[in-house]
């Protein structure tokens, strides 16, 4: 699959190596422009190509987003039209500043993501995990535990697709229901970086 990556800080960086090592071809992305993602392309392999976040988006038959909350608004939607748009962002006021509809839980980031890019299917997935045991936590699927990744979204082929990804970079996908329901996987959360298995993950997130 060609996939595009808009965020390459920790928790992009590491989709892109997990991607990469599971035979994908990439086109990373980032505020700061090509030039400073050689490094990483050249860890990487002829498979990853630095590009704008535009070349990216347009790139990938698939997109990552992971990028802060508070910039959504910058990302293009045109390029990302009638695609799986993966979100991994999670809302911190801290840094994102404050947004009223978060703030009062009127929605989520991922359905205000949602909004922005209206023609795309945003799914919310790999938000849960802290970067380094996401690049450390896979197993294969033979292993008797493997660790659980939430999936929300309101598009049943878009998280299907979302869901072989999953698999096929060592974790389980557990069905999280529409992305509304994406708020039982956000920060202060019982499932929020708590490293469960598939089993536990389902349990504690109880019904969509």
């Known amino acids: 699959m060609r996939i595009g990556i808009v965020g390459t800080g920790h928790v992009g960086g590491t ?8 035979g994908h071809e990439l086109a990373v992305a980032n505020s700061r ?16 190509h630095p590009a704008t976040v535009a070349e990216a988006a347009r790139f990938g038959d698939l997109v990552v987003v992971s990028v802060p909350v ?14 799986t748009v993966i979100d991994t962002g999670n809302y911190y006021p801290e840094r994102d500043g404050h947004l009223p509809e978060l703030d009062q839980d009127r929605t989520t980031s991922s359905e205000l993501l949602q909004r922005h890019l209206s023609d795309a299917h945003v799914v ?22 493997r660790y659980g990744i939430p999936v929300s979204g309101d598009d049943v082929g878009a998280k299907r697709q979302v869901s072989d990804l999953i698999e096929q ?4 996908p557990v069905d999280a229901g529409r992305l509304a329901e994406g708020r039982r996987h956000q920060p202060g959360t019982p499932v929020y970086l708590a490293d ?5 993950l389902h349990s504690r997130l109880g019904a969509p």
């Open 70 to 83: 508070g910039r959504y608004a910058e990302l293009p939607a045109e390029p990302m039209s009638g695609k």
């Open 15 to 22: 989709l892109a190596r997990l991607f990469t090592k599971a």
């Open 124 to 145: 919310k997935a790999f938000n849960t995990m802290r970067w380094d045991h996401l690049r450390e936590y896979g197993r294969q699927s033979s292993a008797q535990r």
């Open 33 to 48: 422009g090509p030039d400073t993602l050689r490094g990483l392309a050249d860890e990487l392999g002829e498979r990853v």
């Open 169 to 172: 970079v060592g974790y389980e």
């Open 196 to 200: 469960l298995d598939g089993a536990e």
